[in-house]
Protein backbone atom coordinates (compact mmCIF):
# COMPACT_ATOMS: atom_id res chain seq x y z
CA UNK A 1 0.00 0.00 0.00
CA UNK A 2 1.15 3.72 -0.59
CA UNK A 3 1.58 5.48 2.50
CA UNK A 4 3.40 8.61 4.23
CA UNK A 5 4.22 8.88 7.51
CA UNK A 6 4.87 11.81 9.52
CA UNK A 7 6.07 10.56 13.37
CA UNK A 8 6.32 13.35 14.38
CA UNK A 9 2.60 14.53 15.50
CA UNK A 10 3.85 17.91 16.90
CA UNK A 11 7.04 19.86 17.14
CA UNK A 12 8.50 23.24 18.77
CA UNK A 13 10.99 25.23 17.91
CA UNK A 14 12.12 28.90 19.83
CA UNK A 15 11.53 31.71 17.05
CA UNK A 16 14.84 32.52 14.49
CA UNK A 17 15.98 28.95 15.16
CA UNK A 18 15.93 25.86 12.56
CA UNK A 19 13.21 22.67 12.91
CA UNK A 20 13.34 19.92 10.82
CA UNK A 21 10.51 17.85 10.22
CA UNK A 22 10.14 13.92 9.17
CA UNK A 23 8.20 12.39 6.45
CA UNK A 24 8.88 8.61 5.13
CA UNK A 25 6.69 7.39 2.68
CA UNK A 26 6.58 3.83 0.68
CA UNK A 27 6.03 3.34 -3.50
CA UNK A 28 7.38 0.94 -5.36
CA UNK A 29 7.18 3.20 -7.97
CA UNK A 30 10.26 5.61 -9.50
CA UNK A 31 8.82 8.46 -11.19
CA UNK A 32 6.81 10.92 -8.64
CA UNK A 33 6.54 13.94 -6.63
CA UNK A 34 7.15 14.54 -3.19
CA UNK A 35 5.24 18.14 -1.67
CA UNK A 36 5.35 19.85 1.65
CA UNK A 37 2.11 21.50 2.23
CA UNK A 38 1.56 24.22 5.04
CA UNK A 39 -2.20 24.50 6.44
CA UNK A 40 -2.33 27.39 9.20
CA UNK A 41 -5.34 27.89 11.17
CA UNK A 42 -7.27 29.77 8.79
CA UNK A 43 -7.40 25.78 6.99
CA UNK A 44 -6.18 26.97 3.82
CA UNK A 45 -3.86 24.49 2.53
CA UNK A 46 -0.84 26.01 0.65
CA UNK A 47 2.15 24.77 -1.12
CA UNK A 48 5.47 25.31 0.54
CA UNK A 49 7.80 22.99 -1.31
CA UNK A 50 7.59 20.56 -4.05
CA UNK A 51 10.54 18.09 -4.94
CA UNK A 52 10.66 15.91 -8.30
CA UNK A 53 11.91 12.12 -7.56
CA UNK A 54 14.28 12.49 -10.69
CA UNK A 55 15.93 15.27 -9.46
CA UNK A 56 18.82 14.68 -6.89
CA UNK A 57 19.13 18.08 -5.93
CA UNK A 58 17.19 19.01 -2.77
CA UNK A 59 14.62 21.55 -3.37
CA UNK A 60 14.84 25.26 -1.67
CA UNK A 61 12.72 28.42 -1.00
CA UNK A 62 13.74 30.30 0.22
CA UNK A 63 14.19 29.62 4.39
CA UNK A 64 12.41 25.87 3.48
CA UNK A 65 14.52 23.22 2.18
CA UNK A 66 14.34 19.39 1.91
CA UNK A 67 16.05 16.58 2.83
CA UNK A 68 15.66 13.97 -0.24
CA UNK A 69 16.95 10.57 0.42
CA UNK A 70 15.11 8.42 -2.55
CA UNK A 71 16.90 5.32 -1.35
CA UNK A 72 15.67 5.36 1.78
CA UNK A 73 12.12 7.07 0.38
CA UNK A 74 12.79 10.18 3.61
CA UNK A 75 11.73 13.56 2.24
CA UNK A 76 12.32 15.99 5.39
CA UNK A 77 11.29 19.11 5.80
CA UNK A 78 13.91 21.92 7.01
CA UNK A 79 12.99 25.55 8.00
CA UNK A 80 15.47 28.21 8.75
CA UNK A 81 15.06 31.22 10.61
CA UNK A 82 11.74 30.16 12.28
CA UNK A 83 8.97 32.70 12.27
CA UNK A 84 6.04 32.87 14.54
CA UNK A 85 4.00 33.05 11.00
CA UNK A 86 5.46 28.92 10.62
CA UNK A 87 3.33 27.93 13.30
CA UNK A 88 0.88 25.53 11.06
CA UNK A 89 0.19 22.23 10.32
CA UNK A 90 2.05 20.80 8.06
CA UNK A 91 1.67 17.95 5.59
CA UNK A 92 3.49 15.94 3.91
CA UNK A 93 2.63 14.20 0.72
CA UNK A 94 3.47 12.56 -2.79
CA UNK A 95 2.15 11.97 -6.19
CA UNK A 96 2.66 9.35 -8.64
CA UNK A 97 2.88 10.86 -12.07
CA UNK A 98 0.91 8.31 -13.51
CA UNK A 99 -2.14 9.14 -11.47
CA UNK A 100 -3.90 11.98 -9.84
CA UNK A 101 -4.13 11.14 -6.17
CA UNK A 102 -1.82 12.96 -3.85
CA UNK A 103 -1.26 10.38 -0.82
CA UNK A 104 -1.03 12.39 2.36
CA UNK A 105 0.68 12.06 6.06
CA UNK A 106 -0.95 12.34 8.86
CA UNK A 107 0.27 16.17 9.68
CA UNK A 108 3.18 17.82 12.10
CA UNK A 109 1.60 20.45 14.00
CA UNK A 110 4.91 23.41 14.02
CA UNK A 111 4.66 25.44 17.57
CA UNK A 112 6.71 28.63 17.54
CA UNK A 113 8.43 30.07 20.64
CA UNK A 114 8.45 33.64 20.75
CA UNK B 1 -7.35 37.71 -6.75
CA UNK B 2 -10.69 34.67 -5.51
CA UNK B 3 -8.74 31.97 -6.26
CA UNK B 4 -10.94 28.72 -5.03
CA UNK B 5 -14.45 29.53 -3.18
CA UNK B 6 -16.07 27.00 -1.33
CA UNK B 7 -19.60 27.35 0.00
CA UNK B 8 -20.29 26.73 3.08
CA UNK B 9 -18.08 26.91 5.77
CA UNK B 10 -19.70 25.87 8.14
CA UNK B 11 -23.61 23.53 7.97
CA UNK B 12 -24.94 20.93 10.65
CA UNK B 13 -26.90 18.49 8.71
CA UNK B 14 -29.12 16.11 10.35
CA UNK B 15 -28.84 12.46 9.27
CA UNK B 16 -30.54 11.37 6.30
CA UNK B 17 -30.25 15.06 4.64
CA UNK B 18 -28.70 15.87 1.74
CA UNK B 19 -26.82 18.73 0.87
CA UNK B 20 -24.21 20.15 -1.53
CA UNK B 21 -20.82 22.12 -1.21
CA UNK B 22 -20.15 24.87 -3.76
CA UNK B 23 -16.73 25.17 -5.30
CA UNK B 24 -15.66 27.76 -7.55
CA UNK B 25 -12.54 28.69 -8.99
CA UNK B 26 -11.56 31.85 -11.23
CA UNK B 27 -7.93 30.44 -12.75
CA UNK B 28 -9.32 28.35 -15.40
CA UNK B 29 -7.59 25.78 -14.42
CA UNK B 30 -8.32 21.94 -16.02
CA UNK B 31 -8.41 19.61 -12.80
CA UNK B 32 -10.36 20.01 -9.68
CA UNK B 33 -10.40 18.06 -7.07
CA UNK B 34 -13.05 17.28 -3.53
CA UNK B 35 -10.78 15.85 -0.74
CA UNK B 36 -12.06 15.32 2.82
CA UNK B 37 -9.93 15.85 6.04
CA UNK B 38 -10.30 13.47 9.39
CA UNK B 39 -9.01 14.40 12.82
CA UNK B 40 -5.60 13.55 13.32
CA UNK B 41 -5.47 12.25 9.65
CA UNK B 42 -4.03 13.12 6.04
CA UNK B 43 -6.32 13.91 3.54
CA UNK B 44 -8.49 11.72 1.36
CA UNK B 45 -9.53 12.33 -2.44
CA UNK B 46 -13.12 11.86 -2.63
CA UNK B 47 -13.85 12.74 -6.52
CA UNK B 48 -11.56 14.68 -9.55
CA UNK B 49 -12.02 15.76 -12.84
CA UNK B 50 -9.86 17.00 -15.34
CA UNK B 51 -11.94 19.15 -17.09
CA UNK B 52 -15.65 19.93 -17.71
CA UNK B 53 -18.62 17.09 -18.14
CA UNK B 54 -15.19 14.49 -16.95
CA UNK B 55 -15.06 13.17 -13.24
CA UNK B 56 -14.02 10.52 -12.26
CA UNK B 57 -13.49 8.81 -8.27
CA UNK B 58 -11.12 8.96 -5.65
CA UNK B 59 -10.38 6.64 -2.67
CA UNK B 60 -13.35 7.50 -0.79
CA UNK B 61 -16.14 8.41 -3.15
CA UNK B 62 -19.14 6.37 -1.43
CA UNK B 63 -22.04 8.66 -0.35
CA UNK B 64 -21.32 11.58 -2.92
CA UNK B 65 -21.55 13.01 -6.00
CA UNK B 66 -20.19 15.52 -8.13
CA UNK B 67 -20.69 16.79 -11.57
CA UNK B 68 -18.62 19.54 -13.67
CA UNK B 69 -20.43 21.29 -15.91
CA UNK B 70 -17.97 23.95 -16.63
CA UNK B 71 -14.46 24.67 -15.94
CA UNK B 72 -15.61 26.60 -13.10
CA UNK B 73 -17.37 24.84 -10.93
CA UNK B 74 -17.53 21.33 -9.18
CA UNK B 75 -20.10 20.92 -6.85
CA UNK B 76 -20.05 18.33 -4.36
CA UNK B 77 -23.05 16.63 -3.41
CA UNK B 78 -23.99 14.73 -0.49
CA UNK B 79 -26.76 12.01 -0.22
CA UNK B 80 -28.64 10.80 3.18
CA UNK B 81 -25.94 12.16 5.02
CA UNK B 82 -24.58 10.01 7.90
CA UNK B 83 -22.29 10.59 10.96
CA UNK B 84 -19.12 9.20 8.81
CA UNK B 85 -19.70 11.89 6.49
CA UNK B 86 -18.65 14.67 9.52
CA UNK B 87 -15.85 16.11 8.55
CA UNK B 88 -13.62 19.48 6.89
CA UNK B 89 -14.11 19.34 2.89
CA UNK B 90 -11.37 21.04 0.59
CA UNK B 91 -11.78 21.81 -2.71
CA UNK B 92 -8.59 22.37 -5.17
CA UNK B 93 -7.79 22.91 -8.36
CA UNK B 94 -4.59 23.16 -10.27
CA UNK B 95 -3.09 24.14 -13.83
CA UNK B 96 -1.91 20.65 -14.34
CA UNK B 97 -2.09 16.89 -12.98
CA UNK B 98 -1.22 16.24 -9.18
CA UNK B 99 2.56 16.78 -10.43
CA UNK B 100 1.70 20.51 -10.44
CA UNK B 101 0.55 22.93 -7.45
CA UNK B 102 -2.66 22.33 -6.13
CA UNK B 103 -4.73 25.63 -4.84
CA UNK B 104 -7.02 24.78 -2.38
CA UNK B 105 -10.07 26.22 -0.78
CA UNK B 106 -10.69 27.51 2.64
CA UNK B 107 -12.41 24.39 3.86
CA UNK B 108 -16.18 23.24 4.65
CA UNK B 109 -16.82 22.15 7.96
CA UNK B 110 -19.64 19.96 8.22
CA UNK B 111 -21.12 18.02 11.29
CA UNK B 112 -23.85 15.52 10.64
CA UNK B 113 -25.91 14.35 13.40
Known amino acids: AQTVTQSQPEMSVQEAETVTLSCTYDTSESDYYLFWYKQPPSRQMILVIRQEAYKQQNATENRFSVNFQKAAKSFSLKISDSQLGDAAMYFC???????????WGAGTKLIIKP | NAGVTQTPKFRILKIGQSMTLQCTQD?????MYWYRQDPGMGLKLIYYSVGAGITDKGEVPNGYNVSRSTTEDFPLRLELAAPSQTSVYFC????????????FGEGSRLTVL
Open chain 1, 93 to 103: AYSLNSNYQLI
Open chain 2, 27 to 31: MNHNY
Open chain 2, 92 to 103: ASSYRQQTGELF
